[in-house]
């Protein structure tokens, strides 16, 4: 059986997705997705002289690699806590559900575990648990914050 | 997503752009006059006289339903580029207003309209300060709001939040409720000015001062008033805009040192660093069209030459509208909550009314240009 | 990180693509403007008035086939001026002078005393401007 993880502040879907993992012996694996949406988000902003834009940009961009690290580092301990194996991927796209459902339909996964409401990037105003029940043809767990 | 360099960068721009091209000549060649003499409830042009609806507003509203009908919510990946196009569009827009003015003209109402802007701006900020603090809002995002809610919305947003370290995720929320915000009273303020018979003057005065996101100050008095000339809304509100334009480095400026106050980073922090890294470059441009008009030298007043260069410019800017519509999201918007609107609300209609009323008593019915 | 690393594969470059567009705006304006300049004063063949607002002509100077100076009279109409005194909307009706914005040559007169217009329908005169100058 596999496991995917999709990752965001969550750690209560991190201890869901590992004890799942580890009940069932399963393979886990994360997925991180790095919201590129920022431009487009704010695209129909003109009043902006370019360059405080880019800057914005810039900072946000540092930020998603800054959670990223620390959901990163967040797992880690808890799934070496649990006594899990679990591989961690990347992912960059423009919707956050895109990149999951991408990973869902190349990976072979069984079970697809994420937080409700998912909160990635610009998932915040969104309703990324919609978007990915649409698309994913595998089981999914939608854990409660 | 990848990034597309020369040649495959501007065939990508085509179909998006040929979508919006499209969609406004259809509304200005057959729409428009059609609601013009099409008779609704017995009144011969119901659409334009009880509606008030324009190729501007019928611009905008065709953009959020592409966005958000027929697209489902996503400008699709073929039409993205074109669509991102609408930020030139109403730059360049912006940038030849700047002919609607003389140097004099601007000198007279300027002074208005810095004064009554920079008390409102700074009034404002003020107040989300107070009222952040006691609905106890993060202090990045009190100075978030602030510059929101103060001078230019969304631009606002941006050019603060790197400085006071916000949160990109509540500074996505901050965004929605501003633009919400402003969406709501683009819609509403023609209705409200028809009503109170505001002049155009009064009309650009209260929506620069009022209208939370300057995005839709200038859709708004386009609006009001469709008319690309000196003298309507659209001139007198523009004004009030570039102030407020101009001011955002001022702003980011203020609330940065507020937020840093007594820290020792603070110290990098100089006004001309912040000037050079946010001023907006385009207004320049605006300023250069304003001196060639000053100087003659895009044709006389009446002249069939500026006639001509007005109604390219409402191309221009209907194309913009177009793209400025396609970007709103509704459902984003009404994923819009917490105390960013809570503040953004008690702010955003505190300005609104109050500025409507000071415009009523103390701004004179005709501008003295 | 097996999948993707974003910050190599170029795909958060998107983040950087419109710092320069303010000069692109100005460029375009530079493009815009020069080119309805160069149109109105080269290369457009003739000039067609139509009336400014609705209104009534009052009379009509120009005459077909003659020569026209910058600032002569073309004709003369009466509009509706809406004006602001204390606070009251005044209308009064008022006779507002044509004149010719540049040196020109009319090539036919529509107009007729008296006529009833329409702002910007009905053609009023048709003028042939000197080139290199804005109509």
């Given at each position: 059986?596999?496991?995917?993880?999709?990752?965001?502040?969550?750690?209560?879907?991190?201890?869901?997705?590992?004890?799942?993992?580890?009940?069932?012996?399963?393979?886990?694996?994360?997925?991180?997705?790095?919201?590129?949406?920022?431009?487009?988000?704010?695209?129909?902003?003109?009043?902006?002289?370019?360059?405080?834009?880019?800057?914005?940009?810039?900072?946000?961009?540092?930020?998603?690699?800054?959670?990223?690290?620390?959901?990163?580092?967040?797992?880690?301990?808890?799934?070496?806590?649990?006594?899990?194996?679990?591989?961690?991927?990347?992912?960059?796209?423009?919707?956050?559900?895109?990149?999951?459902?991408?990973?869902?339909?190349?990976?072979?996964?069984?079970?697809?575990?994420?937080?409700?409401?998912?909160?990635?990037?610009?998932?915040?105003?969104?309703?990324?648990?919609?978007?990915?029940?649409?698309?994913?043809?595998?089981?999914?767990?939608?854990?409660?914050? | 997503?990848?990034?597309?360099?020369?040649?495959?960068?501007?065939?990508?721009?085509?179909?998006?752009?040929?979508?919006m091209v499209l969609t406004l000549y259809v509304l200005r060649i057959f729409v428009e006059p059609w609601m013009t003499d099409a008779?609704?409830?017995?009144?011969?042009g119901?659409f334009v006289?009880?509606?008030?609806l324009n190729y501007i507003l019928l611009a905008?509203i065709t953009?959020?339903?592409?966005?958000?009908?027929?697209?489902?919510?996503?400008?699709?990946?073929?039409?993205?580029?074109?669509?991102?196009?609408?930020?030139?569009?109403?730059?360049?827009?912006?940038?030849?207003?700047?002919?609607?003015?003389?140097?004099?003209?601007?000198?007279?109402?300027?002074?208005?309209?810095?004064?009554?802007?920079?008390?409102?701006?700074?009034?404002?900020?003020?107040?989300?300060?107070?009222?952040?603090?006691?609905?106890?809002?993060?202090?990045?995002?009190?100075?978030?709001?602030?510059?929101?809610?103060?001078?230019?919305?969304?631009?606002?947003?941006?050019?603060?939040?790197?400085?006071?370290?916000?949160?990109?995720?509540?500074?996505?929320?901050?965004?929605?409720?501003?633009?919400?915000?402003?969406?709501?009273?683009?819609?509403?303020?023609?209705?409200?000015?028809?009503?109170?018979?505001?002049?155009?003057?009064?009309?650009?005065?209260?929506?620069?001062?009022?209208?939370?996101?300057?995005?839709?100050?200038?859709?708004?008095?386009?609006?009001?008033?469709?008319?690309?000339?000196?003298?309507?809304?659209?001139?007198?509100?523009?004004?009030?805009?570039?102030?407020?334009?101009?001011?955002?480095?001022?702003?980011?400026?203020?609330?940065?040192?507020?937020?840093?106050?007594?820290?020792?980073?603070?110290?990098?922090?100089?006004?001309?660093?912040?000037?050079?890294?946010?001023?907006?470059?385009?207004?320049?441009?605006?300023?250069?069209?304003?001196?060639?008009?000053?100087?003659?030298?895009?044709?006389?007043?009446?002249?069939?030459?500026?006639?001509?260069?007005?109604?390219?410019?409402?191309w221009?800017?209907g194309?913009?509208?177009i793209?400025?519509?396609?970007?709103?999201?509704?459902?984003?918007?009404?994923?819009?909550?917490?105390?960013?609107?809570?503040?953004?609300?008690?702010?955003?209609?505190?300005?609104?009314?109050?500025?409507?009323?000071?415009?009523?008593?103390?701004?004179?019915?005709?501008?003295?240009? | 990180?097996?999948?993707?690393?974003?910050?190599?594969?170029?795909?958060?470059?998107?983040?950087?693509?419109?710092?320069?567009?303010?000069?692109?705006?100005?460029?375009?304006?530079?493009?815009?403007?020069?080119?309805?300049?160069?149109?109105?004063?080269?290369?457009?063949?003739?000039?067609?008035?139509?009336?400014?607002?609705?209104?009534?002509?009052?009379?009509?100077?120009?005459?077909?086939?003659?020569?026209?100076?910058?600032?002569?009279?073309?004709?003369?109409?009466?509009?509706?001026?809406?004006?602001?005194?204390?606070?009251?909307?005044?209308?009064?009706?008022?006779?507002?002078?044509?004149?010719?914005?540049?040196?020109?040559?009319?090539?036919?007169?529509?107009?007729?005393?008296?006529?009833?217009?329409?702002?910007?329908?009905?053609?009023?005169?048709?003028?042939?401007?000197?080139?290199?100058?804005?109509?």
């Open positions: 059986m596999r496991i995917l993880l999709a990752l965001d502040d969550s750690t209560r879907s991190m201890d869901e997705a590992l004890r799942l993992a580890h009940d069932r012996g399963a393979e886990l694996s994360a997925l991180f997705v790095l919201d590129t949406g920022w431009s487009v988000y704010t695209g129909h902003d003109f009043l902006l002289g370019s360059h405080a834009r880019g800057t914005f940009l810039d900072y946000a961009r540092d930020d998603e690699l800054a959670q990223e690290k620390a959901t990163a580092a967040e797992l880690q301990n808890r799934a070496q806590a649990a006594g899990v194996d679990c591989q961690l991927k990347t992912a960059a796209a423009g919707r956050v559900p895109e990149a999951i459902l991408a990973e869902l339909k190349t990976g072979g996964y069984d079970l697809l575990v994420m937080s409700h409401p998912f909160r990635r990037g610009l998932e915040v105003m969104r309703d990324a648990a919609t978007q990915v029940l649409k698309g994913a043809d595998c089981d999914v767990l939608l854990v409660k914050r | 997503m990848e990034e597309k360099q020369g040649v495959a960068k501007v065939v990508s721009i085509i179909p998006g752009l040929a979508v008779v609704v409830f017995g009144q011969k119901w006289k009880v509606l008030h905008i953009g959020m339903l592409y966005r958000n009908v027929l697209f489902g919510g996503k400008i699709p990946e073929w039409a993205e580029e074109g669509f991102r196009t609408t930020r030139l569009f109403i730059k360049s827009g912006v940038i030849m207003l700047g002919s609607l003015y003389t140097i004099q003209s601007l000198a007279k109402v300027g002074g208005i309209a810095i004064g009554l802007i920079m008390t409102f701006v700074f009034g404002t900020i003020l107040f989300v300060m107070w009222f952040g603090k006691r609905v106890g809002m993060e202090r990045s995002m009190i100075g978030v709001m602030g510059a929101a809610a103060g001078v230019c919305g969304v631009s606002a947003c941006i050019a603060t939040s790197p400085a006071v370290r916000a949160k990109p995720a509540d500074v996505a929320l901050a965004i929605a409720t501003v633009l919400g915000f402003g969406i709501m009273t683009m819609f509403i303020s023609p209705f409200i000015g028809h009503a109170l018979q505001l002049t155009d003057y009064q009309f650009g005065a209260w929506v620069g001062t009022g209208i939370l996101n300057s995005g839709q100050v200038l859709a708004t008095c386009l609006a009001y008033n469709p008319t690309i000339a000196p003298g309507t809304a659209v001139a007198y509100g523009e004004i009030w805009n570039v102030v407020r334009v101009i001011s955002i480095p001022f702003v980011v400026f203020f609330i940065t040192m507020w937020y840093w106050r007594a820290e020792a980073e603070a110290e990098c922090i100089t006004l001309g660093g912040i000037i050079k890294d946010k001023f907006p470059v385009f207004v320049i441009g605006f300023f250069g069209m304003t001196a060639l008009s000053s100087l003659g030298m895009l044709g006389a007043e009446g002249s069939s030459t500026l006639k001509l260069m007005r109604e390219v410019m409402s221009i800017f194309l913009g509208l793209g400025q519509g396609a970007y709103i999201d509704i459902r984003e918007i009404k994923a819009a909550g917490g105390k960013p609107l809570q503040v953004g609300l008690a702010a955003g209609v505190l300005k609104y009314v109050i500025a409507l009323i000071v415009i009523m008593l103390f701004v004179s019915k005709e501008a003295s240009f | 990180m097996a999948q993707s690393d974003p910050k190599k594969c170029g795909k958060m470059t998107v983040f950087r693509s419109d710092r320069h567009e303010d000069v692109a705006a100005m460029v375009f304006v530079t493009l815009v403007v020069v080119t309805v300049l160069v149109y109105m004063a080269y290369i457009v063949p003739t000039i067609t008035l139509k009336a400014p607002s609705d209104g009534k002509i009052v009379s009509v100077a120009a005459v077909a086939d003659t020569e026209v100076k910058k600032g002569d009279l073309l004709y003369t109409i009466e509009v509706k001026e809406k004006k602001y005194k204390d606070g009251k909307l005044e209308e009064k009706l008022v006779v507002k002078e044509i004149h010719a914005k540049t040196n020109g040559k009319v090539l036919s007169v529509s107009a007729k005393e008296g006529d009833e217009v329409k702002k910007d329908k009905q053609a009023l005169l048709v003028l042939d401007h000197e080139k290199g100058t804005l109509p």
